[in-house]
């Protein structure tokens, strides 16, 4: 159960979706103080030729809704769709709409603002909306930003609810969802096929049942089913509720098989005209034993391979961690003064704050986030802002400073086709971004979007909380292994929806521990955590062996609806990108992995990690990391990610910034040059560096009003750690692109 309690307001279209997700609301204990529901406006004339097939919001069997507040003794409130759906993007962009009053000029999207605000004024205490979004990015972002714009949380716990973990001992199946509505007592029918695997004698079918699970899939098998077919998520077919569990279904909603009209719509569209729908009461002894936490199953916190994870890192006892906070000055104009500093550079290159892609943010105190958030949150108004990692590195950042921002924004000029992932719901997938940053972006790996097609994918960093309550794991003697394993499995769930193959290196932050030897424990538990995350090949031959094209193609038995090819053979590690050589030895396929012991982390978290870089669209057998470079090889280019760690010689001058650069050179030279690699025209400079801020004096003690000068993005950390526990002094990241102009 989640530690505090939501007022929800349950937006329901009559379907199985948003109705099951109510429950799931429920089953985490939030009160639901209304319901929602936006209809058509149309004439009984009109109703009988078509549906109205919004993009948005279903609305065939809008005629029964009104039974759904004495059925469940729920508050309904409805209010008529006005508009239509201009805004036809993945992603909602509300900053970019026309507002206009003119009900041909507003999305039909806002018509949700204005029902939402309607009951917000009858029912103040509400604070969340839940809806039934679970594959559908249109539907969910159109949810999100509304929800958001009126303060209220989104919860959306079926959303990637078919790639959760299966019930315990059982077998992965895209329909779990169907099954565990069945099991929770739903009774959802068909009202609307539109798909050449069902027509109109699958129409009444109760598909939460065992049975109509089976049949919908033997049907849709039969055609290629694309991901999410046999929930519906492709249109395929629509549903409406008639009853539910008693300690939510006060009676059930009947109507009589004569007045259930059959209508061809045409293009394969067939739905049924519902009339004389009336309540029945239930029987005494109707799920008299059954409770939200009985019947409503909340997928396991780990998956199989994650939980295997643990159980091998779980041999540490945790020391408990403290961190003080130093006394703060005015955060907000600092910051101010930062986000100024940002929008002027974007600005000087033809830049603006929607192209940045990664950011950054190191502060001396944690405790000024929320803070700082509100400052930072004011440079993006458009979907999909950057992602983010942000951590504490307390005294180590120079006196009378408490704040450092380093970005990552493609060149002016450059094509970077970006992408993004903005997941603001509570789920039980991955912990939602409610704020100004966004799970991952995606653009071009390279300076030239034309010269290869290989992507760059920025994760923001990834701290244990639990998805479905956005809190951490309760403390015991294992938690470090628990918020090592459970971070680890939210960068794992997020690189594999943006078909991350590889990622080219890895850090752990930790927040500042009592001993080296405790930090140690924990850098050495991280290191193995990501080896076997990595697994093998013969790991994906075992779990994955039904994905073969041929079975996929022409072998019922295999044919697993929801799994496009594409999707179902979504991996990380991607092994086939590797050389056969590389396969062969697949320890050696491990990308550079390292620890870092910062001041503090969000929410005090033990662990917080950040992948580097996340790359997809690499063609077979053509990656290969060789040390701690990662190369990936294209027509027309060869990307290089080099993962440089050092110990500076013990005559190294006197600990400053220029000797350290000078030796960092000097390495990075000799490694390229024993890779047989084309000397570099300059002095190559790294993209980032973590330095152990004790060994070295980073930062020049003369600073100007734009804050203290680094030469490049430098994080001071207190400690850093090889993945064998050795204490190294530096990490620097570098990024070279062969067959081009220019290193970056």
């Known amino acids: ?26 089953r985490h204990g939030h009160r639901i103080v209304a319901l929602a529901n936006l209809y058509p406006v149309v004439d009984d004339a009109k109703l009988i030729e078509e549906d109205l097939n919004s993009f948005m919001y279903q609305t065939v069997g809008h005629e029964v809704i009104p039974l759904y507040a004495t059925a469940t003794g729920l508050p309904l409130y409805r209010q008529p769709i006005r508009g239509g759906a201009l805004h036809h993007e993945r992603d909602y962009d509300y900053s970019s709409g026309e507002r206009n009053d003119a009900p041909s000029k507003v999305d039909e999207t806002e018509s949700m603002l204005l029902l939402l605000q309607a009951i917000k004024a009858r029912h103040p205490e509400a604070n969340a909306l839940c809806s039934g979004a679970i594959l559908s990015t249109y539907q969910r972002t159109r949810v999100e930003s509304i929800a958001v ?31 565990d509505m069945a099991v929770a007592g739903l009774d959802a029918r068909i009202i609307k096929v539109a798909s050449a695997g069902l027509d109109e004698g699958h129409l009444w079918e109760r598909v939460s049942s065992i049975e109509g699970v089976n049949r919908v899939k033997s049907a849709l098998r039969k055609f290629g089913a694309a991901e999410g077919a046999s929930l519906g998520e492709g249109g395929e077919f629509e549903t409406l509720v008639l009853d539910g569990p008693s300690w939510l279904f006060k009676k059930s909603i009947s109507i009589p098989e004569e007045r259930r009209t059959v209508i061809n ?63 703060r000055t005015s955060i907000e104009a600092e910051m101010q003064s930062v986000v100024s500093q940002i929008r002027e550079l974007l600005s000087s290159s033809s830049l603006d704050a929607a192209q940045i892609t990664n950011t950054t943010i190191i502060l001396r105190n944690m405790a000024d986030f929320p803070r700082i958030n509100a400052e930072y949150g004011k440079l993006f108004t458009r979907p999909n802002p950057p992602s983010r990692v942000t951590i504490s590195c307390g005294p180590l950042l120079p006196p009378g400073y408490n704040v450092m921002a380093f970005l990552i924004v493609p060149k002016s000029g450059v094509n970077s086709h970006r992408n993004g992932l903005h997941v603001q719901s509570r789920s039980y997938w991955a912990p939602a971004n409610i704020g100004p940053y966004s799970q991952a972006i995606d653009i071009s790996a390279s ?37 090592i394993d459970l971070s680890l499995q939210h960068l794992w769930r997020i690189g594999l929806e ?48 039904e994905l073969d094209p041929w079975d996929l193609k022409h072998n019922s038995q295999y044919a697993s609806l929801g799994s496009s090819q594409e ?53 077979e057998s053509s990656a290969e ?47 390229v040059r024993a890779l ?34 680094v030469p490049f993005a430098t994080i001071p950390c207190h400690t850093l750690w090889s993945v064998g526990g050795e204490r190294i002094k530096c990490v620097a990241l570098y990024k070279m692109v062969l067959g081009q102009s220019q290193t970056d």
């Not at 929800?8 to 609301?25: E, Q």
């Not at 029987?283 to 391979?305: F, N």
């Not at 590690?573 to 982390?601: G, K, M, Y």
């Not at 002095?683 to 004790?694: G, K, R």
């Open 265 to 327: 719509e045409g293009g394969g569209s067939t739905w049924l005209m519902l009339r004389g729908a009336h309540l029945e009461d239930k029987s005494e002894d109707s799920d008299v034993d059954a409770s939200p936490e009985s019947s409503v199953r909340a997928p396991e916190l780990l998956d199989s391979k994650f939980q295997s994870i643990l159980d091998t890192i779980s041999s540490i006892k945790e020391v408990e961690n403290t961190n003080p906070s130093a006394d």
């Open 567 to 619: 999707n179902a053979r979504a991996k990380l590690p991607d092994w086939s990108i590797f050389t056969l050589r590389q396969q062969n030895e697949p320890d050696s396929c491990i990308p550079p992995f390292f620890a870092a012991e910062v001041e503090e982390l969000p929410r005090q978290s033990l662990v917080e990690w950040h992948a580097h870089v996340g790359l997809s669209k690499i063609e």
């Open 1 to 26: 159960m989640t530690p505090e309690s939501l007022n929800v307001i349950a937006l329901i279209s009559g379907g199985k979706d948003s109705f099951f997700n109510l429950l799931h609301c429920i």
């Open 676 to 709: 047989g690699l084309a000397p570099l025209a300059h002095f190559a400079t790294p993209h980032l560096a973590y330095v152990e801020a004790t060994s070295v004096t980073l930062l020049s003690s003369d600073v100007g009003d734009a804050g203290p000068s």
């Open 447 to 483: 300076a030239k979007a034309d010269e290869t097609g290989v992507r760059a994918i920025y994760i923001a960093g990834q701290i244990p909380l639990i998805p479905a309550s956005m809190s951490l794991p309760p403390l015991s003697e294992t938690s470090y292994a628990m918020q």
């Open 625 to 671: 990391i060789v040390a701690w470079h990662t190369f990936v090889r294209t027509e027309k280019a060869t990307l290089v990610y080099t993962t440089l760690a050092h110990v500076p010689s013990p005559d190294h001058g006197d600990g400053s910034w220029g000797d350290l650069q000078e030796e960092l050179s000097a390495s990075y030279a000799s490694s």
């Open 149 to 179: 714009r009126l303060g209220l949380t989104p919860l959306a716990y079926l959303w990637k609810y078919p790639v959760l973990p299966p019930p315990a001992n059982e077998a992965a199946d895209e329909a779990q969802l169907l099954r």
């Open 498 to 545: 943006m078909k991350v193959q590889l990622w080219s290196s890895a850090v752990a932050y930790f927040a500042k521990s009592s001993s080296p030897d405790e930090m140690k424990r924990y850098a050495k538990a991280a290191g193995l955590a990501w080896k076997l995350a990595h697994g093998s090949p013969e790991d994906d031959e075992d779990d994955e062996s």
